[in-house]
């Protein structure tokens, strides 16, 4: 549980870090699949699952010009 729920946390940072909004979106997915697996385990509630994904999918998404 401790190491699925680091990596949790491990991805949802690299997103937020990322360089541009380009390196972000693509990392969006991957991240997404750490919590979806996190959540199906339930090492984390399924509702913070869904608000960590919007979040770093609202990240992800390239700003509009």
Do not use: F
């Not at 997103?15 to 990392?27: F, G, I, T, Y």
């Not at 991240?31 to 399924?46: E, F, N, P, Q």
Request: cysteine-free.
């Amino acid at each position: 549980n401790r190491s699925l729920k680091s990596a949790v946390r491990t991805a949802a940072k690299k997103v937020r870090l990322a360089a541009s909004p380009d390196e972000a979106a693509k990392m969006v997915p991957e991240a997404a699949s750490i919590i979806d697996r996190a959540a199906k385990k339930r090492v984390i509630h399924w509702r913070t699952a869904a608000r960590l994904k919007s979040r770093l999918a609202k990240r992800g998404r390239a700003p509009k010009a």
